[in-house]
């Protein structure tokens, strides 16, 4: 089982960024799907999440309106599109399971929001 995170850098504030988590060693199309963010000093957070086909998705406030979350089942692969991005959405992104984790956590991505 593998999870690979991809996709991060360094963004201007305003700016967009698309993230890719490559999954394998599972039944990817049988599981909910989520990406999480761990900023310096501060827990682990639930950003966004999406049910096993897609159908349906959850976002955390703080990032409402400008983050979408999409799977492509064919390719194993779940994306965060994240848009209109602040300061504070800096952190390392990952994906996962929703809660309880069910895999392996992957290395993350780097996101930083920075002039």
């Known amino acids: 089982v593998q999870l690979v995170e991809s996709g991060g850098g360094l963004v201007q504030p305003g700016g967009s960024l698309r993230l890719s988590c490559a999954a394998s060693g599972f039944t990817f199309s049988r599981y909910d799907m989520a990406w999480y963010r761990q900023a310096p000093g501060k827990e682990r957070e639930l950003v966004a999440r999406i049910t096993n086909a897609g159908g349906r998705t959850n976002y955390a406030d703080s990032v409402k309106g400008r983050f979408t979350i999409s799977r492509d089942n064919a390719k194993n692969t779940v994306y965060l599109q994240m848009n209109s991005l602040k300061p504070e959405d800096t952190a390392v992104y990952y994906c996962?399971?929703?809660?309880?984790?069910?895999?392996?956590w992957g290395q993350g991505t780097q996101v930083t929001v920075s002039s």
């Open positions: 996962n399971t929703p809660r309880p984790i069910s895999l392996p």
